[in-house]
């Protein structure tokens, strides 16, 4: 096979993601989730799951905010599966991951603001308290649950081998089964914690904390409780992996997704898994919003819905 002109000056110029890896990294992990969405996001079982949650009281400007927010995430779902129809994937699988995230991060404001009226006005502001009020009450349902607190070295790994459970399989295999979707899953989440510990380390090199203890590395016990101190509190769940998946697909590691040797079928396979993730987890939120927002404003948000969307529904909102 001929070099490539462009990736090989990239590699030359700076650390450039080896594209085979960064491209199984960014499909095998959206296959994994859709393969565990499979079986777990029926109207009947999401129902059963919120069953025993509660009706909040009255709050128009909340209840008004979960409402658009949702729309707002159906709308990003219904582009995403218009998308699945396109022959060539290349041209659109860009947008697909940005249309994919939105889904999931409007679907995730909608629950936020049904839960407790937040609107949080930054993504990492979005991900803090998605973990208190939502995942922090069990309120996710399964693959989008998965989670730990504390970032430091020690507990990612003790935390990760927990969840795992002996579970071997990672990223670089294609998942065709829930065992193997399960160790890609978890592979993802190993990754973005260690991502997420990286990052605040290098806020601490940058703290004047850390400039006036004189510290070079974090191998004495001092330069070690200054940066453990801001890992352990942090966390990671799937909205902080999904802002940083978005931010890979699309920033860094982009050239895999429109360059190189045709990898169409696995995009076009790509493209239907992002459509069914988000809109299991749009669904997700929908279920969770009937319950907390004003019963008798459900019916009427429906019926308006149905009636004046301009574009497809991803899904049938008379069945919650």
């Given at each position: 096979m001929p070099i490539m002109w462009l990736l090989n000056k990239l590699f030359?110029?700076?650390?450039?993601?080896?594209?085979?890896?960064?491209?199984?990294?960014?499909?095998?992990?959206?296959?994994?989730?859709?393969?565990?969405?499979?079986?777990?996001?029926?109207?009947?079982?999401?129902?059963?799951?919120?069953?025993?949650?509660?009706?909040?009281?009255p709050n128009e400007t909340a209840d008004a905010l979960a409402f658009e927010f949702l729309l707002m995430s159906m709308h990003n779902v219904s582009a995403i599966d218009s998308m699945d129809e396109v022959e060539n994937p290349y041209p659109i699988v860009r947008s697909a991951i940005v249309a994919w995230y939105y889904a999931t991060y409007y679907a995730s404001k909608a629950m936020l603001a049904a839960s407790s009226g937040s609107n949080p006005q930054t993504h990492a502001a979005a991900g803090k308290n998605w973990q208190s009020e939502i995942v922090g009450?069990?309120?996710?349902?399964?693959?989008?649950?998965?989670?730990?607190?504390?970032?430091?070295?020690?507990?990612?790994?003790?935390?990760?081998?927990?969840?795992?459970?002996?579970?071997?399989?990672?990223?670089?295999?294609?998942?065709?089964?829930?065992?193997?979707?399960?160790?890609?899953?978890?592979?993802?989440?190993?990754?973005?914690?260690?991502?997420?510990?990286?990052?605040?380390?290098?806020?601490?090199?940058?703290?004047?904390?850390?400039?006036?203890?004189g510290f070079n590395n974090f191998r004495t016990n001092a330069a070690k409780a200054l940066r453990d101190a801001r890992l352990e509190p942090a966390q990671v769940n799937f909205l902080v992996q999904a802002f940083r998946y978005r931010g890979k697909a699309n920033y860094r590691d982009a050239i895999y997704l429109s360059y190189g040797r045709d990898q169409s079928g696995e995009l076009r396979q790509f493209v239907e898994d992002l459509g069914s993730v988000s809109g299991a987890f749009s669904l997700m939120?929908?279920?969770?919003?009937?319950?907390?927002?004003?019963?008798?404003?459900?019916?009427?948000?429906?019926?308006?819905?149905?009636?004046?969307?301009?574009?497809?529904?991803?899904?049938?909102?008379?069945?919650?």
């Open positions: 030359t110029q700076r650390d450039q993601p080896t594209p085979r890896f960064a491209f199984q990294g960014t499909v095998n992990w959206m296959r994994g989730l859709a393969i565990l969405c499979e079986d777990e996001f029926s109207h009947d079982g999401i129902r059963d799951f919120y069953r025993g949650v509660q009706r909040r009281r009450r069990n309120l996710v349902r399964t693959p989008f649950e998965l989670h730990f607190v504390n970032l430091t070295p020690a507990n990612i790994d003790d935390a990760i081998a927990n969840i795992r459970g002996g579970n071997r399989y990672d990223l670089n295999t294609v998942p065709v089964n829930e065992e193997m979707a399960f160790g890609a899953v978890c592979s993802y989440l190993k990754g973005t914690a260690e991502y997420e510990k990286e990052r605040l380390e290098e806020r601490v090199k940058g703290s004047p904390e850390y400039r006036r203890g939120a929908a279920h969770y919003v009937s319950k907390r927002v004003v019963r008798v404003d459900w019916p009427e948000f429906v019926n308006d819905i149905n009636e004046y969307a301009q574009f497809e529904l991803p899904y049938n909102l008379d069945e919650i």
